[in-house]
Structures are given as C-alpha cells and as structure tokens.
C-alpha cells in the first residue's frame, strides 16, 4: 500500500479484555514506532523497532503492553487486561531508514474501554 | 514541567493574516526540531523540520529555531481556511536508539475564519 496501514481503526473493548493492534508499514521501511495518544493531547512514545529488533521500549506504560515485529515488517501491539486509562489513539509510524528521514505516521486505532 | 509545551489555543486569525505558532523545549541537547499537522480524526503529517539556528522558509511556512532560548517557531504566512488543524511541535535526539523518539507538546489549535 502507498501508507502505514493500521487495523482495526476502532475497537471498543470490555475493561479486562486483552486487544491486538496491528500495523502495516510502508514496504521496506526498516524503523516502525508506535505511539499513544489521548484526546487532547499531542503523541507519546511507546516502542521503536529496527527491523525485528526492539531497539527501545521505554515508553511502554506498563508490563501489559507488549509490542511485536517478528518478521521486521508487520507489527502488533499488544494490550492485556485493557484498563479505562488505556482508551486512546495508537498511532503506527515508519520511516525508510535509521536516522534522518521522514517519519509517516498511519491513521491510527481508536481504542475505547468501557 | 512538560519537556515541550505549546499554547493549546485554540489561536484564531483571519484568512489571509500570519498565524504564530510557538513552542519551548527544555531538552538543551535536543538536536532535531518538527512541526506537525493535524487534522482532526487523521494522522500527524509533517510539515517542517528544522535542525539549525535560524530560519527554514518553505512556501508559505516558516520555522524558526532559537537553540539558546530553547524555543521553535512556526509562522503560516497567507493563512487559509484549509490551515485549520492542531499543530504539533515535537523534538528529538535523532541519533542511535533515539531516532523516531519524539517528544510532542500537547499541540496549538489553529482556526482560519474567512
């Protein structure tokens, strides 16, 4: 595809639920970043692969966020026993190399907990 | 205190005036300067990046960035209605496990009115 493609654009999931959120980058895009986002609020970091490897996950909230690239090219995000506070947007975003260039950012996955 | 923090407005000016975006960071060793876009309900696009002092023309964007005083700027010269979005000011490390780890302020709105 010409973007970052993310799945599924909108969840709603039970407070308790475990959730996946998948990410497609740009073909042959070697970084993939995830971010959060709350309403209102500009992105967080959360994780950053190179390749398969995760270079950096400092921004991880907690042990039950679980970010996956086994193959360094598709991505999941994992979320286990989802928490009201988790609702937000997760933003997926490639860039072609290691340092200097574009990061594109996909449209998102709109997670609600209720 | 946030590591950047912008207005959050929302800011509004009238088509055809220059709209001021303004952003302070408190990272001194931050080395690489953005400002996004975003509309709401999408994906931050990037509009500019700036990595020395002084100002980057592009169109109808200027950025500017001041390393002493810790503050970048974004000025929208002619602005239109289609300018309408949140701004996004993010900096970052760039270099070796930092690349792509931006750090976001919370985002100016900005609204256009004919």
């Known amino acids: 595809g010409a973007g970052v493609s993310q799945s599924p654009r909108y969840k709603v999931a039970k407070r308790g639920q475990d959730v996946a959120l998948r990410c497609d980058p740009i073909s042959g895009h070697v970084s993939l970043f995830w971010y959060q986002q709350a309403l209102g609020q500009g992105p967080e970091f959360l994780t950053y692969f190179q390749n398969e490897a995760q270079l950096d996950k400092s921004g991880l909230p907690s042990d039950r966020f679980f970010a996956e690239r086994p193959e360094g090219s598709v991505s999941t995000l994992k979320i286990q026993r989802t928490q009201q506070e988790d609702s937000a947007v997760y933003l997926c975003a490639s860039s072609p190399g290691t340092s200097g260039n574009t990061i594109y950012f996909g449209e998102g996955s709109w997670l609600t907990v209720v | 205190q946030k590591e950047v923090e912008q207005n959050s407005g929302p800011l509004s000016v009238p088509e055809g005036a220059i709209a001021s975006l303004n952003c302070t960071y408190s990272d001194r060793v931050s080395q690489s300067f953005f400002w996004y876009r975003q509309y709401s309900g999408k994906s931050p696009e990037l509009i500019m990046s700036?990595?020395?002092?002084g100002d980057k023309e592009d169109g109808r964007f200027t950025a500017q960035l001041n390393k002493a005083s810790q503050y970048v700027s974004l000025l929208i010269r002619d602005s239109q209605p289609s300018d309408s979005a949140t701004y996004l000011c993010?900096?970052?490390?760039?270099?070796?496990?930092?690349?792509?780890?931006?750090?976001f302020g919370q985002g100016t709105i900005l609204t256009v009115h004919p």
């Open positions: 700036i990595y020395s002092n």
């Open positions: 993010a900096v970052t490390l760039a270099t070796g496990t930092s690349y792509g780890k931006l750090t």
